[in-house]
């Protein structure tokens, strides 16, 4: 078995990639289910953007699944803090994204266009306000939740209804859908021709830029933000509580690790570098450059912000010395490396066959293929 | 009855709407994933069209189903987050991991294959989509499996032992959990159920057809793969339910003897109560009518083992209490940092019983200093009320032989040719599709109710496992999302039955019923 304090490291990299997989995988189908209204004008390209995402998008749901899965697993404390802490936007993320399985399965076995419509505007806000959502979520980790623990690690909270609703964390959604939109909108650009793919064209090279620019004003944002700094924590090879460390508040503090790493600077330039290649290679038509510059820009955006946090992965806003660090939010030696080996064993023959059923599924969806299969299709 | 600012009541009414919400479409999904491999093996084998299009239709209405479930499913999970939280840093330590593996291990290849499974048929041979169909069988049924892994170690919690300094249960033996006696009786008994849905979904539509005298051809088919999967199949749900009793007999003495209402330790071995009215306050059933021996076979497999009655379980619970209070008395000694010897000893000795001591909790924040009163209070609540569960668990094993009947009468029938003319067999065939579901939430309203006043049999009680959120939100979510879940079943029940009523034209192959005046 690996020692405790690394597996702890490592399971930090194991969450961050399956929620960063999330982000990839289902992001795309976020992305195209908000841009449905722009793309699809008529009902035949609606069902063009729908059926590039519709056969693959339940299994990119499971990233999802997963990710929350593992978090309660690896992290008890950030499952149990961080879910109950944002009751109100997880409930409506999740009534919002009730819509999505029914939406994709019945929307097109009735032929009335009230009720297409109706499921349209259903599949639209179950992509945008997950991605809204999410992204706020993550705007507050920096923000931080008004959360403590007493001696028996039960959760109490602050602050009132609408906190979560601050600018910093608007803001941070917006990034959000507008990364996700962008992802959509070069998945669009790959996988459809005619109409639909030359408004996702057009909405590619516009969101590149917008997030190009929205990233780096966040940036500026946050680095006029106090945020934690952990002065000295207990023994990180042992089994911890949050009550074994002191941290302060200081200025600029999400910062901080910048200043120690001078090469995290690589990431935000990255996302920033990324985001404008999608712009240019959506421009000048590069298809496939497109697409992985979006998902390059999904994951470096994504490992920015994990790693301005880091250890932190829940500050706290009520009670600084409440926030969990990676080091005292894991779970105990055993079940981390039974997740460890678990992950490494079957995760591997989940990439497997899913690239299979993507390479299956492959070949463009056009509006000639959806009259073709209309009794099959979505 | 529901106070409306009590959150551990509310909470648990959320919790419990929005399972059983989630179970109407998981049994449907256990069962007809497989009646779908089976129409496709005979499609594979003989070649003959008519099985891929019974694939196709069924499959259909597979889509429909699994849709609601893929939406249904979330809500549990987040949950546990969101109104348990501190069940969730509690027990998150165990019961996250086969929470993890479901989503790796069967979620996944259920939900990457499903879109296959539908949308290859033009682009797959016939022998690889039929191998698409069956991974995506064998997803559903995996699901279950971790699952009910999960729920079990509620039930029975093994493998796993109490750490003062984080204060939660951890990980001690991961196959223990795993193979945890208690989830390898729900996984079979879980699992048959859903086939018995399956088979009695498909039973009953294609009696629909038969009565009808329309698609016959297609119908008849159906009929005979539902009748033979559902006949093995209610009687492994018997057969199988019979072992659970025996496991639950093993380790889950308090919900064998509420579901029995045996108030009494009885010479052994204990007669089975057939029916009688529970009567809680005096602790006796009125009326009883008993089987002399039954339940001392199902339950000890034995002659010579009593089955231990509620008083005597009350009497040693209020033991259990009262070395639970000396738990936690030592616990609070060893967070306050005193870690002598003493301290520890006693900690180690009585530790087995904390979750007994918390019971108190309810009554005193200190549990220490619980009066007699109090502690009486906390005996009674270890024993769920009796009536309810001896009352649901009678009308599962009813139903149970019910579907054994029909599925048996069904065959037999059918085997001798002779099913067109027993329309009184066909009719009873229709009107009970929906009585699969009855038996199943009964089966898990047994399950859960049963383990009260605990979410982990003794080891955490209920009342303090919710999350201190405000009586508002759980208000909030409930309506919010109870509205929305009806929404969608109307719709869900609409699309169903429009389908059902198409049959398999719906497939727009022009070879089917009415399809001859449209095309």
Redo the contacts between chains.
């Keep these: 078995m690996l020692e405790y304090d690394t597996l702890k490291l490592i399971c930090w990299g194991l969450l961050a990639t399956l929620l960063i997989g999330f982000a990839l995988m289902d992001g795309f189908d976020m992305g195209v289910a908000i841009l449905l209204p722009y793309v699809g004008r008529t009902d035949e390209e609606r069902r063009v953007a729908i059926n590039v995402v519709?056969?693959?998008?339940?299994?990119n749901?499971?990233w999802?699944?997963?990710a929350?899965?593992?978090?309660?697993?690896?992290w008890?404390?950030v499952?149990?803090?961080?879910?109950?802490v944002?009751?109100?936007a997880?409930?409506l993320a999740?009534?919002a994204?009730?819509?999505?399985?029914?939406g994709?399965?019945?929307r097109s076995?009735?032929a009335n266009p009230h009720w297409r419509s109706f499921w349209d505007w259903g599949l639209f806000v179950g992509g945008l306000v997950p991605a809204l959502v999410f992204g706020i979520a993550i705007g507050n980790l920096f923000v931080g939740l008004p959360f403590r623990f007493d001696?028996?690690?039960?959760?109490?909270?602050g602050g009132g209804l609408l906190d979560q609703l601050n600018p910093f964390g608007l803001y941070c959604g917006l990034v959000s859908a507008c990364l996700l939109a962008l992802h959509g909108a070069t998945l669009l650009l790959l996988r459809t021709e005619a109409a639909v793919g030359l408004r996702a064209r057009r909405a590619a090279m516009v969101l590149g830029c917008l997030l190009a620019l929205l990233f780096i004003l966040g940036g500026v944002w946050l680095a006029g933000m106090a945020g934690l700094s952990l002065q000295s924590q207990g023994e990180v090879a042992k089994?911890l509580?949050p009550f074994e460390k002191t941290v302060t508040r200081v200025a600029g503090g999400w910062l901080h690790n910048y200043g120690r790493w001078d090469w995290l600077w690589l990431l935000p330039a990255s996302g920033v570098a990324a985001a404008l290649l999608a712009s240019l290679s959506a421009w000048r038509g590069w298809r496939w450059a497109a697409f992985l510059a979006s998902a390059a820009a999904i994951v470096a955006i994504l490992l920015t912000a994990g790693l301005s946090l880091f250890p932190f992965v829940l500050p706290s806003s009520m009670d600084v010395q409440s926030s969990l660090t990676l080091w005292d939010a894991s779970?105990?030696h055993?079940?981390l490396w039974?997740?460890l080996l678990?992950?490494a064993i079957?995760?591997p023959i989940?990439l497997l066959?899913?690239s299979w059923?993507y390479r299956?599924?492959r070949g463009p969806v056009t509006v000639e293929t959806i009259r073709r299969d209309s009794?099959?299709?979505y | 009855m529901i106070s409306p600012d009590d959150v551990v009541t509310l909470s648990r009414l959320q919790f419990a709407l929005t399972a059983m919400f989630h179970f109407l479409f998981v049994p449907l999904t256990l069962g007809l994933s497989w009646i779908l491999v089976i129409c496709e093996a005979a499609y594979v084998m003989t070649g003959r069209q008519v099985y891929q299009d019974m694939t196709r239709f069924w499959g259909k209405l597979f889509g429909i189903n699994f849709a609601m479930g893929v939406a249904t499913g979330l809500t549990l999970e987040f949950q546990f987050g969101t109104n348990w939280a501190y069940y969730s840093h509690y027990v998150g330590d165990i019961f996250g991991v086969p929470l993890a593996i479901e989503g790796m291990m069967a979620f996944f290849l259920e939900s990457t294959f499903i879109g296959l499974f539908f949308f290859g048929w033009n682009r797959l041979s016939p022998v690889k989509h039929l191998m698409v169909t069956t991974l995506l069988a064998l997803g559903t049924n995996l699901s279950a499996l971790w699952i009910l892994i999960a729920n079990a170690w509620m039930q029975n919690p093994v493998g796993a032992e109490f750490n003062y300094h984080t204060m939660r249960m951890e990980l001690v033996s991961l196959s223990e959990v795993f193979f945890n006696p208690v989830a390898q009786a729900k996984f079979v008994h879980t699992v048959a159920a859903g086939y018995v849905t399956g088979a009695m979904f498909v039973l009953g539509i294609s009696a629909f057809y038969l009565l009808r005298a329309r698609d016959t051809g297609f119908a008849i088919r159906s009929f005979a793969i539902a009748a033979g999967f559902g006949l093995a199949a209610s009687l492994s749900v018997i057969v199988l339910g019979d072992e659970s009793g025996y496991t639950t007999g093993e380790v889950q003495k308090v919900k064998l003897a509420a579901i029995e209402a045996e108030w009494e330790t009885h010479p052994a071995p204990a007669g089975l109560t057939l029916f009688g009215l529970p009567n809680q306050a005096e602790e006796r059933t009125d009326y009883a009518v008993k089987v002399p021996y039954a339940l001392g076979l199902i339950a000890t497999r034995s002659v010579d083992e009593p089955v231990i009655g509620i008083k005597d379980l009350k009497r040693n619970h209020d033991l259990r209490i009262r070395r639970g209070m000396k738990a936690y008395e030592a616990l609070v000694k060893l967070k306050a940092g005193d870690r002598s010897d003493a301290v520890l000893l006693q900690f180690e000795q009585h530790k087995a019983d904390l979750g007994f001591g918390l019971l108190l909790k309810k009554y005193t924040p200190r549990v220490v200093d619980a009066t007699e009163a109090q502690i009486a209070q906390a005996v009674s609540d270890t024993i769920p009320q009796v009536a309810p569960l001896f009352w649901a668990f009678r009308g599962m094993v009813g139903l149970g032989f019910l579907f054994l009947f029909i599925f048996g009468a069904s065959f037999w029938y059918l085997a001798r040719k002779q099913l067109a003319p027993r329309r009184w067999l066909l009719r009873l065939c229709v009107v009970a599709i929906p009585l699969p579901w009855v038996a199943a939430e009964l089966g898990w309203f047994v399950a859960e109710y049963g383990r009260q006043p605990w979410t982990i049999s003794g080891i955490l009680p209920t009342h303090l496992s919710v999350s201190s959120i405000e009586a508002s939100q759980v208000w909030t979510s409930l309506l919010g999302i109870g509205a929305i879940y009806l929404g969608l079943f109307v719709v869900e029940m609409y699309l169903m039955l429009k389908y059902i009523r198409l049959g398999p034209a719906s497939l727009g192959t022009g070879r089917y019923h009415g399809e001859a005046t449209t095309a």
Excluded: N
């Design positions: 519709g056969p693959t998008w339940e299994g749901q499971v999802l699944v997963l929350g899965g593992a978090i309660f697993a690896a008890p404390l499952y149990a803090a961080g879910f109950s944002f009751y109100y997880l409930v999740l009534c994204l009730f819509l999505r399985p029914v994709f399965d019945y076995k009735l001696d028996t690690m039960r959760v109490s909270y089994a509580t779970s105990s055993k079940t039974a997740m678990v992950t079957l995760l989940v066959y899913t059923v299956v599924l009794h099959t299709a």
